[in-house]
């Protein structure tokens, strides 16, 4: 089961994410590591981008595994965030 399966499989679910968000437009890194956010939905990163994802996690880079984007509950607000497996526990 790739990553991207395995995030899709546990929607409704939580994840723990062990890093800091880094948000884009300005925003920066949150400081906030180990972050618990439930799980609306999946998909790929292409997918994500054309959403206009919001933010990523603060260790993903081009060397990174797996790499999804997942639709997370952040703060009340649903939020396209790119997450790679390394960072993320899924709860």
Same mark, same amino acid.
């Given at each position: 089961?790739?990553?991207? !399966?395995? *995030?899709?499989?546990? =929607?409704?679910?939580?994840?723990?994410? =062990?890093?800091?968000?880094?948000?884009?437009?300005? /925003?920066?890194?949150? =400081?906030?590591?180990?972050?618990?956010?439930?799980?609306?939905? %999946?998909?790929?990163? #292409?997918?994500?981008?054309?959403?206009?994802? %919001? #933010?990523?996690?603060?260790? /993903?880079?081009?060397?990174?595994?797996? *790499? %999804?984007?997942?639709?997370?509950?952040?703060?009340?607000?649903?939020?396209?965030?790119?997450?790679? !497996? !390394?960072?993320? !526990?899924?709860?």
């Amino acid at each position: 089961m790739t990553f991207l !399966e395995q *995030i899709q499989a546990h =929607k409704g679910g939580l994840i723990c994410l =062990k890093t800091q968000l880094y948000w884009y437009g300005g /925003r920066g890194y949150d =400081k906030n590591p180990g972050r618990v956010c439930l799980i609306l939905d %999946a998909a790929t990163v #292409a997918t994500a981008a054309a959403a206009g994802a %919001a #933010a990523r996690t603060a260790a /993903r880079t081009a060397a990174t595994g797996a *790499i %999804a984007a997942a639709l997370l509950l952040v703060d009340g607000s649903p939020q396209w965030i790119w997450v790679a !497996e !390394e960072d993320v !526990e899924l709860l």
